[in-house]
C-alpha cells in the first residue's frame, strides 16, 4: 500500500524514514534525521510511502515546484529489493507527475549505481549529464537524469 506523508507525524516519520534509508543506501543515509524533519514540512515536498502493514518498507521523496519534480530519495530496504516495489512507488509518482501535469521529473544517481540506473531507465529517465564528486564517502560522480512528460 503506498500512502502520503500526511498520515504521520513529523517527528516520528522522519526517525522511520531516516532509519529505512539508513538500512538501504550502500553508504548509509545521505540525510540524517533533522534533515528528514525539516523536509517534511518543506511545502514543496512530498513523500510517496510503502507499507505493508504497518512497516515503512521503502519510499520516494520529491520536491514538485510549478511543472517539474526533483526526485531527493528512491529508498527500498535491502530485503526487498528487486521485488518491484522501487518500479510501482516510480510508477505511482509517474502518475501524480501526469496529474499535475509536470513537465519534467529530475534525479541524480551515483555513477556505480548500476541497479538503480537500471530501474530508472526502464522507468523512462534518460541520462542527460554528469555532476563530478558529487557524493560523498566515497567521493563519486552523479549521473543526472530526466522523465519529460
Do not use: C
Not at 8 to 20: G, I, M, Q
Not at 115 to 133: C, D, P, T
Amino acid at each position: 500500500m503506498i500512502i502520503t506523508k500526511e498520515n504521520y507525524e513529523p517527528l516520528d516519520l522522519a526517525e522511520k524514514l531516516y532509519e529505512v534509508a539508513e538500512k538501504s543506501y550502500l553508504h548509509g543515509s545521505p540525510w540524517n534525521q533533522k534533515q528528514f524533519q525539516e523536509d517534511l514540512v518543506n511545502p514543496y515536498s512530498q513523500y510517496l510511502i510503502w507499507l505493508e502493514e504497518t512497516k515503512i518498507i521503502g519510499f520516494i521523496a520529491f520536491h514538485q515546484i510549478f511543472d517539474e519534480i526533483e526526485v531527493m530519495h528512491v529508498v527500498v530496504l535491502p530485503a526487498y529489493q528487486g521485488g518491484k516495489i522501487g518500479y510501482a512507488l516510480l510508477g505511482q509518482l509517474n502518475q501524480q507527475a501526469k496529474k499535475a501535469e509536470i513537465r519534467q521529473i529530475f534525479l541524480e544517481v551515483r555513477q556505480s549505481n548500476k541497479v538503480a540506473r537500471h530501474l530508472y531507465e526502464k522507468s523512462g529517465f534518460e541520462v542527460i549529464g554528469e555532476r563530478e564528486n558529487y557524493y560523498q564517502n566515497p567521493v563519486e560522480k552523479a549521473i543526472l537524469m530526466v522523465k519529460k512528460r
